[in-house]
């Protein structure tokens, strides 16, 4: 608003320059004392205009004002809203106290808490200044807008951060990324003051170790893999040959089963068989097999022979 003002009385200065330099040219004309007080008066609007631009200030929402008097600053922070100061001598200086963004492209290089090499990249910081804050940081920090939040301290956080993981942790932005908050926010208290900078959120881009640990890291994982490759190929062997040697012992088991009942069987039949034999049958059965010949040799029963008979029928 106040450019717009200092515009306004500008341009009407401007015509009632313009007007008396046209009255002082036509000193001729009947209605040049007319058109000489229409400029002078114009040019007295014009100039308080700009006057009144200069007495005041109006700081919007989600700002701080902070007023300063011959250079010297006003420990008292002005809320957003409308404000006067005395011109030339006063000034009042916005301050931002919205979130805001600051990004870190570099490079940054730390370890891990097993000495891994580790780099972070594209670290963008969320942070908030205190209203209440806001004349501090404007008359301690040097170029508070680039410095309050600064690369050292971000990159020291950073570090702090990912010594505390070990190497497989230390890529997951759930856990390191809250840590080097935590970090940066002790870091900012300590140097600023409790609660003078906020920070919202920390959020790294890009977390990844130098080519000769991924080199390996991707090595030692194909070399897993082909293990694990093996051990299924090598369960699967053992579990066939488990399989062959079940239906090997299932087919020997029936086998001797098979072979038990035979036996038994047979068994049954010899001694029904026994039980069955009479000596009248016995004799029906020998001379059902006798082929009429007369034995030739007689024994005894004691295993001596005591005669030997000549063949007939011949």
Same mark, same amino acid.
């Given at each position: /608003? *106040?450019?717009?003002? +200092?515009?306004?009385?500008f341009l009407v200065l401007v015509v009632g320059i313009t007007l008396g330099f046209i009255s002082a040219v036509m000193a001729k004309n009947e209605n040049k004392k007319g058109k000489f007080g229409i400029a002078i008066a114009s040019s007295i609007v014009g100039v308080a205009l700009m006057l009144t631009s200069l007495t005041f200030t109006i700081i919007p929402t989600g700002f701080t004002g902070v007023k300063t008097t011959f250079g010297q600053i006003d420990n008292k922070t002005l809320q957003a809203g409308f404000h006067f100061k005395i011109p030339l001598a006063q000034n009042i200086e916005e301050v931002n106290n919205k979130q805001q963004d600051i990004t870190f492209k570099d490079k940054v290089w730390s370890v891990t808490a097993e000495n891994t090499n580790v780099y972070m990249e594209d670290v963008v910081v969320s942070y908030r200044i205190n209203p209440q804050k806001s004349a501090y940081v404007f008359?301690?920090?040097?170029?508070?807008?680039? *410095?309050?939040?600064?690369?050292t301290l971000t990159q020291s956080a950073l570090k702090t951060g990912s010594v505390k993981l070990s +190497?497989?942790?230390?890529? *997951? #932005?759930?856990l390191i990324e809250p840590m080097v908050k935590d970090t940066l926010q002790e870091t900012l208290d300590e140097k600023y003051g409790d609660n003078t900078v906020n920070i919202v959120a920390v959020n790294i881009g890009n977390i990844d170790f130098e080519e000769a640990y991924n080199?390996?890291?991707?090595? @030692?994982?194909?070399?897993?893999? /082909?293990? !694990? +490759?093996?051990?299924? !190929?090598?369960?699967k062997a053992v579990e066939k040959a488990e399989a062959d040697k079940k239906v090997?012992?299932?087919?020997?088991?029936? !086998?001797a089963e098979s072979k038990l009942i035979k036996a #038994?069987?047979?068994?049954?039949? *010899?001694?029904?068989?026994? @039980? !069955?034999?009479t000596d009248a049958i016995l004799m029906d059965k020998y001379i059902a097999k006798w082929d009429g010949?007369?034995?030739?040799?007689v024994a005894d029963g004691k295993g001596n022979y005591i005669l030997q008979l000549p063949e007939t029928g011949k």
């Open positions: /608003m *106040n450019l717009a003002i +200092t515009l306004i009385g008359a301690n920090v040097a170029d508070y807008k680039s *410095n309050l939040v600064s690369n +190497t497989d942790k230390v890529v *997951n #932005r759930g080199k390996a890291l991707e090595d @030692k994982q194909l070399a897993q893999k /082909m293990l !694990e +490759t093996q051990q299924i !190929e090598n369960q090997a012992l299932t087919s020997a088991q029936a !086998e #038994r069987s047979e068994a049954e039949a *010899n001694k029904l068989l026994t @039980k !069955e034999l010949k007369v034995p030739q040799i």
